[in-house]
């Protein structure tokens, strides 16, 4: 058996080396060169809440970091046609590995063709309240830390979201408050457009076949699951009944928008408009109304639950001048997604949200707010709505390497049903450091 000497393995590995940093493109005289980044931030979080059950038997302090590696392989052909390969991989929750997002592009003077796992062109488009500062305002880790940011056993979530699983950023289907929902943004398999930006305009579209399947994964089932609902919170261990009332588990996702960016006489404007559409896959449903596994044929007995469509829109605007910056923005989502009998709560589901920052050298000083809504417990009538109130501090160290410090203020209003308490309040203090490379 031939065993490989020390020699050979740094022959090995130097001929991989170089070949990770040019890559010849097949049959063409162009190259794709290969750059790798990335960033890590870490992040200390004090929380004080008051209102949930049993909070007195959780912690106030935790501290957590995530790495991200970023991957591009940039080529050009001899007849100008630029393609290549961008790919994004995370160490998160728990220490898991994964890929977030990867896909190839075809770009030129018409412009970008995207072809794989992304999120969709809201994503790259939306504008909202200024958020260079803190763990990014109201777009920063507030509500994880409200509610906790890893899934644990369902008995305890009632304790840190003050009672029902809500559409709000829960743990089964998070969606953005700041941008069209994740569920429907999610990073999934899709073709995207991107136009060239003209008069200060890009055009965006995109579709995606579904949105619970991305990488390698074939995912032709036409049905999806429910989420967990909680009947009854009055205690530590509640019941707990799986329903189909809520679904974000949609198909033939398409979207389209576009984004406006100029500059007049000193004063910096940007603003986008997006919008969302597709299918809700139904869910399958026992004869007692619980949901049943995913499987081609109907149990004895049971039916299909029908689900709203998704429909969704966001928008938002920004102005700047000498440092100044002001802005907000607004997303509904409607009835996406919530089951069609009237026995369930069809509140809207929608946000807005405003704030402003000034940016003088190396610090970055803000305030925003926002204020979200949705049905709560599909057993109740009527919103649960939550507002946060968030102020914080950038100090730009050095390029690449910043600190900053947040507080945010959140109330939660439950609409009183599943015996969840009526008020929910939290001081949230974040401390972060950035490091970009």
């Known amino acids: 058996m031939y065993m490989w000497g020390a020699n050979t393995m740094k022959r090995i590995l130097a001929t991989g080396s170089a070949m990770a940093v040019v890559l010849a493109a097949g049959g063409a005289s162009a190259q794709l060169t290969v750059t790798v980044g990335g960033d890590q931030y870490f992040e200390f979080g004090y ?19 995530r790495v991200r590696l970023t991957i591009n392989a940039v080529g050009k052909a001899d007849n100008g046609l630029e393609y290549g390969v961008r ?14 997002r990867s896909w190839a592009f075809v770009s030129g003077t018409w412009g970008q063709i995207q072809l794989g796992s992304n999120t969709g062109i809201d994503d790259r488009q939306k504008i909202f309240a200024p958020n260079d500062w803190g763990t990014g305002g109201v777009d920063g880790s507030a509500l994880e830390w409200f509610q906790g940011s890893t899934p644990q056993n369902a008995t305890t979530v009632p304790s840190r979201t003050g009672g029902d699983i809500p559409p709000i950023s829960s743990y089964t289907a998070s969606k953005s408050t700041v941008a069209l929902p994740t569920t429907a943004e999610a990073t999934t398999t899709r073709i995207s457009y991107i136009s060239p930006r003209v008069a200060g305009f890009e055009l965006g579209l995109s579709y995606a076949p579904t949105n619970d399947s991305f990488g390698t994964d074939i995912n032709r089932n036409n049905f999806g699951g429910a989420n967990t609902v909680l009947t009854t919170v009055g205690q530590l261990n509640p019941a707990i009944v799986t329903q189909n009332s809520i679904n974000y588990n949609f198909k033939d996702i398409w979207e389209a928008g576009v984004n406006y960016t100029n500059t007049f006489s000193g004063f910096a404007v940007k ?16 004869p007692n109304g619980t949901a049943a596994p995913t499987a081609t044929t109907l149990p004895t007995g049971g039916s299909t639950q029908v689900h709203n469509p998704l429909f969704g829109v966001q928008g938002g605007a920004q102005v700047g001048y000498g440092g100044f910056s002001v802005g907000g923005g607004y997303m509904y989502f409607g009835n996406s997604g919530l089951a069609k009998p009237a026995v369930y709560n069809h509140a809207d589901q929608w946000a807005w949200n405003a704030g402003l920052q000034y940016a003088i050298g190396s610090y970055v000083v803000g305030a925003s ?9 599909p057993f109740g009538s009527g919103p649960k709505k939550l507002d946060q109130y968030v102020t914080g501090a950038r100090y730009i160290v050095t390029k690449g390497f910043d600190l900053n410090l947040e507080y945010n203020y959140l109330t939660l209003h439950n609409n009183g049903a599943s015996g969840a308490p009526s008020e929910v309040n939290a001081n949230i203090v974040l401390f972060r450091s950035n490091i970009a490379f």
């Open 87 to 100: 790919t994004r991989i995370r160490l998160r929750q728990q220490g898991n590995l994964d890929f977030d």
């Open 369 to 377: 707010y926002q204020h979200i809504e949705d049905p709560g417990s």
């Open 271 to 286: 603003a986008n408009a997006d919008i969302v559409g597709g299918n809700t896959k139904d869910s399958f449903q026992n």
């Open 47 to 65: 929380v004080d809440k008051s209102g949930t059950n049993g909070e007195n038997l959780f912690r106030t302090t935790e501290i957590r970091d």
